[in-house]
């Protein structure tokens, strides 16, 4: 398995296999002129060699303040709501 994996477009999600359990950062970087031009979130990733399949679906918010008009356009364009 690739250490690093890179999605530029939506839907962005990652699907492997394999057995192991290790934290996993996951950066999320804005192609912007504003803050913040990076996000970090730390995933715990389960992995079992055998057994039922396990489905584990995590949601992270995170809020941007007062964002430009562009970088807010393209938010929810790639999945993300307006309050």
Do not use: C, H, T, W
């Not at 192609?31 to 679906?57: A, C, H, M, T, W």
């Not at 995170?62 to 309050?83: A, H, M, W």
Request: aromatic residues 10%.
């Amino acid at each position: 398995m690739n250490s690093e994996i890179v999605i530029k477009d939506p839907p962005y999600s990652v699907k492997e296999s394999g057995y192991a359990g290790f934290i996993i950062p996951i950066e999320i970087y804005f192609k912007n002129k504003d803050e913040p031009k990076k996000v970090r979130f730390d995933y715990d990733l389960n992995l079992q060699s055998n057994g039922p399949p396990i489905s584990k679906v995590v949601r992270e918010k995170y809020v941007f303040p007062n964002p430009s008009e562009d970088l807010r356009r393209r938010l929810i364009k790639g999945g993300g709501v307006s309050s």
